[in-house]
């Protein structure tokens, strides 16, 4: 288990890349920090490892406080973003590498790096150097190094952004499969919310040095707490539009649609994921709860098309299922379907609507 | 066409005459060692092995050439160990002022070794009871090789990514562990440039060693090699020529091997 709290790093010159945080990652957990560039991900996971002094606040591992304990005192192995294997070492030594500081006798380590090395399936490789391998073997490889040091924690900077699209989807199942197995507390960075929402158990969407929601991928996904999660999460970003309740119902873009109860008059946020929507090709007939608009944008999705139509001055997307796309420039009307769409007000989620 | 001709063979003249003009010195330190009666010019030894026998009744030959090893390996040893925990922490510490402090050192250098110093050094030296020993003429010498080799050090080390040590880091590896298993065996040919560079320097520095040692017993090839005269002064070319034959070839052997073992360069990055 991780605590943090009230953690802070100001780095010299004022920049404060992670920001009076507090959060809790529980035993057993594959946690993900997911958040755009620069928003301090990376700052706080190597902060976890004792690589980065925090400014101010506590770290706890293992009910530990370890806020001034060095790296290697924390029981916490990192793989590296560009995986930092040994150059000058064969994978054997590598692998070995956690177990050689430990004083382990050298014939013990090498068997214990090469168990390691075959239940990653890299036993044909043990005798390569780090820059004979492929980018997924080496990635492998720094798993092994850390698996072998039997850690408390996994820290993972990035660990599938160096390989190509295919590749990660593969090593991403391949993880999963991996953490479950050894059921070791993981923290993992990503930049990418798919990954964060099939990998993780829980979420923790960062931005500019904060927390912005922690919560299961379904609930990160259904019910994001702010517009900006909002607009982060999910392979297509989600319809913020201006909105505005008047006399019990809601204004939104030409549409006038049903206000949730307890939702008070005033300006409100109006969110609806583009998969949320259907798009009709001709005008409903007697209805005020569409957007109308223009086809601006076709984008080919594979098995589906997002549409951008352009309502006046605001832009909405529709995801369309494959066969029933639009002609570029014909009128179109989007239908929200009931219940699936949030209400932010001053930043904050009210209900669905 | 005739124009190119001519231009082609204009080039090859004149690269000829440069060559020509470097190689003439090297071809006569092959023959004139050779040559019953060498002079100042190169010609066709008139052959012989009598100039090594001669050269090997002087007393101090051979000890010169203990002395010249000597002196080399203690300042290449401190050279290269002072410089790479230098170099390191320089590297890897952000201190106010480094890079104003490295010119400065590198500036200094030339001029803490340099004649301008002698007279200061040989005071120092005196004082600190370091006249007429090899640790006196290894300590200047040393010093005056550190900042440069500092400086060509931390180039190597900035090169090498910190994610290797902090991986290691996070293992538990305490710094010289660090030092000894990453960041050493990364910079070895750096290290190799520097070892063979400050070899190279010692092995032909003759104004410390001149000053700080009295005693002949001490003093290295460069010194020696100063009292090939006659009584009445005239260079003794045929032991002059054997003698620098003989002093070069450690230096030569020295490079093709370490160059063989470890491949010489002056930048840093890592060799994958
Ligand atoms: N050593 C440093 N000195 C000064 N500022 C730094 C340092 N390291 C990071 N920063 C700043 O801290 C902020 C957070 O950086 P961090 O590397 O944690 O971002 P990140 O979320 O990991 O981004 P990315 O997804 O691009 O890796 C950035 O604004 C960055 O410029
Ligand atoms: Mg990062």
Redesign the interface.
Known sequence: MISLSGLTKEFPGGVRAVDSLDLEIGDGEFFALLGPSGCGKTTLLRSIAGLETPTSGKIRIGGVDVTASPPGRRDVAMVFQDYALFPHMDVTSNIAYPLRIKKVSRQRREAKAAETASRLSLSDLLARRPAQLSGGQQQRVALARAIASRPQVFLFDEPLSNLDARLRLEARTFLKRLQRELAVTTVFVTHDQGEALALADRIAVMNAGRIMQVGTPSEVFHRPTDPFVAGFIGSTPMNLLPASAEGGRLHVAGAVLPLPRDVADGPLVYGLRPEYADLSQSAPVGRRDVFSGKVAVVENLGTAHLVTLDSGDLLIQVVVPEGDEPAVGASAWAVPRPGRALLYRDDRLLTGA | MTRHALATIGRATFLAVVLGFFSLPLLWLASAPFDAHPSITTSLPEFTFGNFRSLLDNPYVMSSLRNSLLQAAGSAALVVVLAALAAYALSRVRVPGRDALLYVLLLLSSVVTGTAAMVPLFELATRLNLIDTHLGVILTLSGGLLPAAIFILKDFMDGT?T??E?????????SL?ILR??VI??VRPGLATIAVWAVANVWGSFLQPFILLRDPDKAPGAVILYTLYTEGGAPRLDLISTFSLLYSLPVVVMYVFVSRRYGFRFHGG???
């Not at chain 2, 902090?166 to 305490?174: C, P």
């Open positions: 990514p994610s290797y902090e991986s290691a880091r996070v293992f538990g590896a305490s562990q298993h990453i065996p990364l890592i060799k994958r």
